[in-house]
């Protein structure tokens, strides 16, 4: 392989991307991405939102998500991060309605306090993703429930509880149980949302007056217990942190205070690119750029609050342009791609299974 191609593959590697059908062809948008482009990850979703004309995205019963799921890891050049936002309760990709078990949400199981409850529950739902071939949940979430008006994390019953130690010590069970499966979880949302008064998928939001160093405690804790095996953005801005950028395109909050200060090794993913938080105020290109330069290493681009079948092209085109224009430098990618195989190696080498 050429020194272009091997590059091109380690960006591709550094994509995960949303995408629309129940089932793929060799000419569908994601099998020439993952064929042409090597891209690392994909996100799945029941619902189009896009295009509320569109009854459903990618999940309909058990067996058509691990049809789907094989044929995914079939046409995938190395092995495919599949990833579900399936924390719980509201947000649940997975619902009973297409035959899936019910589940519990975060702040049901915070009330409970009974850690020994919080892993049965995240072990039924690390089972059924392991059964269906998913591989990365996007969840914990370790946000604080910090404010009673928050539309996305309290509204939602997201948030396992008010109290740091609380949050933690849910979120270290749900982690366990799903490394228990072999499954790969995701601590979000850095450096906390749980004190925002809006929605990130509506706009920007400033948290400088009401965020807390508290809320980092969670993710602390789990980088700790060797829990993390990624941690997702923010796009809030927060002037104490970073006078001029959100959080995921910010190499203060990124690299500064998640990698070198809390000592995170693993991998960083960005919450989804298309959310308004970001895509109204960044182009494209600049905000890969940012984000890349802020230290991230997984850019999604869940391709659902906006549709473009060519966006896993695009992002890649883009991020190997500023390689070549010397933007970004290759050593970057290198740093990023070795922290993917190492996450990668987990699934194949997983430290804990069901007994």
């Not at 691990?66 to 997975?94: K, M």
């Not at 519990?104 to 071939?133: I, M, Q, V, Y």
Request: glycine share 8%; hydrophobic share 40%; net charge neutral.
């Amino acid at each position: 392989m050429s020194g272009e191609a091997q590059l091109r593959a380690k960006i591709g590697q550094m994509v995960l991307l949303g995408f629309r059908g129940y089932e793929i062809g060799d000419e569908h948008p994601v099998a020439r991405d993952l064929a042409d482009r090597n891209i690392g990850g994909v996100i799945l979703y029941d619902q189009e939102m896009a295009d509320p004309s569109l009854q459903g995205r990618n999940i309909q019963s058990p067996g058509q998500v691990r049809a789907l799921v094989r044929s995914l890891q079939q046409r995938a050049r190395a092995p495919l991060l599949v990833a579900i936002d399936q924390e719980g309760g509201r947000v649940n990709r997975l619902k009973e309605e297409y035959g899936f078990p019910a589940t519990l949400s975060h702040e049901e199981l915070g009330a409970a306090n009974d850690p020994a409850r919080t892993f049965a529950e995240a072990a039924k739902t690390a089972s059924t993703l392991a059964g269906l071939g998913i591989n990365l949940n996007l969840a914990p979430v370790v946000d604080l429930d910090a404010a009673p008006d928050n539309p996305i994390i309290k509204r939602k019953k997201r948030s396992f509880g008010a109290d740091p130690d609380t949050v933690s010590r849910h979120a270290i069970e749900f982690a366990r149980a799903h490394h228990r499966h072999g499954i790969l979880t995701c601590a979000k949302h850095f450096p906390g949302h749980g004190s925002a008064r809006g929605d990130t998928h509506l706009g920007l939001v400033d948290v400088t007056e009401y965020w807390t160093e508290a809320e980092l405690a969670p993710f602390e804790r789990l980088i700790q217990e060797n829990l993390c095996d990624t941690v997702m953005t923010a796009h809030l801005f927060n002037a104490r942190l970073d006078a001029n950028r959100p959080a995921t395109l910010s190499e203060k909050v990124v690299t500064g205070l998640l990698r070198r200060r809390l000592g995170f090794e693993g991998v960083i993913v960005s919450d989804d690119l298309e959310m308004k938080a970001i895509a109204s105020h960044y182009g494209l290109e600049q905000a890969i750029l940012l984000g890349l330069q802020a230290g991230l290493d997984v850019l999604c681009f869940g391709n659902n609050l906006s549709f473009d079948a060519n966006i896993g092209e695009k992002v890649c085109r883009i991020i190997y342009r500023l390689v070549d224009s010397g933007k970004i430098g290759e050593a970057r990618i290198d740093d990023s791609f070795r922290r993917i195989q190492k996450l990668k190696d987990k699934l194949a080498h997983p430290l804990h299974r069901p007994p």
